[in-house]
């Protein structure tokens, strides 16, 4: 793989970049008030399924680099101001706690993606064949390398961005 890793980081700024973009078009009209619909009680709300996508990739990319995640190394936990827990990722939230997701401004919204996207862009510049078979979690069987790990990353927020296009869809016709 090593004479293939220039391929291999365009593909994965690509899919991520593709995330990053999308998460900035899903808020582009949308209010406050927008971001918690949710099309049934217990329904992820599109500002939760924006916030939740980033969130994970921050913390598990951030793990995988070695560094602190965004969330709290930049502020965005304090200028978000949730009823969370400081580690929260939005992972096994009950309903009741997805439906106090609120922000003040949706611009916090894609601020965050843009700061998980440059920390994404860090790692991504760095990765190798080595770093790319390194185990970063061996609770699992077989044991988790880097590049299962970032593309199981890529593919949970590509699934959470359309469900948030999809969510503002039904918004839109409500």
């Known amino acids: 793989m090593g004479s293939d890793i220039s391929h291999v980081r365009a593909i994965l700024l690509d899919g991520f970049g593709r995330v990053e973009e999308g998460v900035t078009a ?15 009680p217990g329904a992820n709300p599109i500002g939760w399924l924006l ?12 793990e995988i680099l070695g560094v602190e995640e965004a969330w709290t190394a930049e502020g965005w936990r304090e200028r978000f101001a949730l009823p969370y827990d400081p580690e929260d990722s939005g992972y096994g939230q009950r309903p009741e706690q997805v439906a106090a997701f609120s922000v003040g401004d949706p611009a916090l919204l894609s601020g965050y993606a843009g700061a998980v996207h440059g920390l994404t862009r860090r790692l991504v510049d760095q990765l190798d064949a080595d770093a790319l078979d390194r185990v970063v979690d ?24 359309g469900q948030a296009e999809y969510v503002k869809g039904l918004l839109a016709r409500r």
């Open 26 to 40: 899903v808020l582009d009209g949308l209010s406050v008030d927008d971001l918690r619909w949710q099309t049934a």
């Open 51 to 62: 916030w939740h996508l980033s969130r994970q990739q921050d913390a598990q990319l951030a």
């Open 138 to 161: 061996e609770r699992w069987d077989p044991p988790v390398t880097a590049a299962v790990r970032i593309y199981s990353v890529l593919e949970d927020a590509a699934k959470h961005l």
